[in-house]
């Protein structure tokens, strides 16, 4: 279900017109710490388009650059690490989702999450402003709102 999610997210996403350098250039989601959404992303939607481009999927490690990408899916795993990646993000426009608790409140833009058996998510609408991204009010009806103020602080 998140691999289905990762696809679906850009159709709801307006992106800088600046971060696709050509017409030609394609749509990358990036996977940082979850193999398994990987493996999924792969195996389902690598000949897929995005937009009208093609996608792309990269596998990352913490220490790796990931401003290249459209959308960065941190997993769980990275959540010791989920600050410093964040960070080294800010003001880049990409759309960073991740499932850790924490996720939005980190500075995050979705955060995924089961609620009754069925995967929800939530988005923090001040961290998509600061990345530059613009959110579809067809998401942002079905989305759990959060902002830095609900979450006592700004980022």
Not at 17 to 29: H, L
Not at 82 to 96: K, Q, S
Not at 117 to 130: G, M, P, Q, V
Request: proline share 4%.
């Amino acid at each position: 279900m998140k691999a289905a999610y990762l696809f679906n997210f850009p159709q709801f996403i307006e992106w800088p017109f600046e971060r696709y350098y050509s017409p030609s250039s394609p749509f990358v989601i990036g996977v940082l710490g979850d193999d398994q959404v990987f493996a999924e992303l792969v195996h389902s939607m690598s000949r897929k388009t995005i937009r009208g481009r093609d996608l792309r999927i990269r596998r990352f490690a913490p220490d790796q650059g990931f401003r290249d990408c459209h959308l960065l899916y941190i997993g769980i795993s990275q959540r010791n690490q989920l600050e410093d990646v964040l960070r080294r993000l800010r003001g880049a426009p990409v759309l960073t989702v991740g499932d850790s608790a924490d996720f939005v409140k980190a500075g995050g833009v979705i955060r995924l999450f089961v609620d009754k058996n069925r995967l929800r998510f939530e988005i923090n609408t001040d961290a998509a402003a600061r990345a530059g991204l613009r959110v579809s009010s067809k998401l942002l009806s079905v989305a759990w709102l959060t902002t830095d103020e609900h979450l006592g602080g700004s980022n």
